[in-house]
């Protein structure tokens, strides 16, 4: 009797231990420099679909609007895995891998829906997952935030309004940087948390970001006029640790990457409407939403689609994501 105590207290005791390695809990921050967005909605579904397939073994974390630093901070961050995750326009993230720098090539999508499904895509969505890989980061989502639009204190409404205007934009890589001064303009790279002051102080005219952006930033106050850029979108990958990643195990891994596919697919509708509803709120509070003529978007097509070639050519792996999202993009139509 005494022998077989022994043995059932020695069986339950292996049990719990076993329990309790099953349910380490891990903590996922995700960091994001906007607020109330299509990104906060991914989050929301992304934490929801964990919740529901884990439990508390994974706590999701969301942390809008910079909270855990500027773009840069956050990034270097995430690939030293004191931040498991992040998500900011792509254009920040190159230069932790050059890669990213393809999603600014302008024409790429005809719309926005395009762009989600292209997104969507499997070919694109293992193409993504290698971005990054030689520094431990990996992509488990991405999507496009928006159309690229244009809040200026001098509005634009032809191509040569761009003339002498100096430009914020998402970065400092050249196909950022050359079809804006292809224009005449003068791009300068700046992180989006420093923006607003720049604008208000007048170091620079006008500035590139989604929409969305432009009204939670209450932008309306500074500039009136917000040109959309044709053929151009806002591009959101959520960047992850992969060391963080492989900590989970197998399952929890297999469980993350699952819930990030679900969850960019369930915003698509609220990433439509949402950019609607975000001109609405810009029209409301006394600004103008700004589409350039079919000859002038056609001239601006042309100017900054001119500068791929020369920029794409000696780089032989850029161009390589180039035509996969072209083909893509072609696919999904």
């Not at 920040?92 to 997104?119: K, M, Y």
């Not at 959101?236 to 197998?250: E, Q």
Request: proline share 6%; hydrophobic share 45%.
């Amino acid at each position: 009797m005494h022998k077989g105590l022994k043995l059932v207290c020695g069986l339950l005791l292996s049990c719990a231990i076993v329990t309790g390695a099953k349910a380490q809990q891990f903590t996922m921050k995700i960091s994001s420099p906007t607020i109330n967005d299509v990104t906060q909605e991914w989050a929301k579904e992304f934490k929801a679909g964990m919740q529901a397939r884990v439990g508390d073994r994974v706590k999701v974390e969301f942390y809008p609007a910079s909270q855990l630093g500027q773009i840069p901070a956050t990034v270097e961050g995430v690939a030293m895995g004191t931040i498991e995750a992040v998500a900011p326009a792509s254009g920040f993230l190159i230069g932790l891998e050059p890669r990213f720098q393809v999603f600014d090539a302008p024409g790429l999508f005809a719309d926005l829906a395009q762009a989600q499904r292209t997104f969507a895509d499997p070919a694109v969505r293992e193409r993504l997952a290698t971005f990054g890989a030689s520094k431990g980061v990996e992509v488990i989502a991405a999507w496009p935030h928006g159309p690229v639009m244009l809040v200026s204190h001098k509005a634009i409404r032809k191509v040569d309004d761009f003339k002498g205007q100096k430009i914020r934009v998402p970065g400092a890589a050249p196909l950022q940087i050359e079809p804006f001064r292809k224009l005449g303009a003068l791009p300068v790279s700046m992180p989006l948390g420093e923006v607003l002051s720049a604008m208000q102080n007048h170091t620079i005219d006008g500035t590139v970001a989604a929409a969305t952006v432009f009204t939670a930033f209450k932008y309306y106050d500074l500039a009136k006029g917000m040109t959309g850029l044709p053929g151009s979108f806002l591009i959101v990958p959520v960047m992850v640790n992969k060391a963080f990643l492989k900590s989970l195990g197998p399952e929890l891994e297999a469980v993350v990457r699952e819930e990030a596919l679900k969850a960019q697919r369930k915003i698509e509708k609220f990433g439509q409407d949402d950019v609607q509803r975000t001109f609405e709120v810009w029209k409301k509070n006394g600004g103008e939403v700004i589409v350039l003529p079919a000859p002038e978007a056609k001239s601006y097509l042309e100017q900054v689609q001119s500068v791929l070639p020369n920029l794409l050519k000696p780089n032989a792996k850029l161009k390589d994501d180039y035509d996969a999202l072209v083909a893509a993009a072609e696919r999904v139509k």
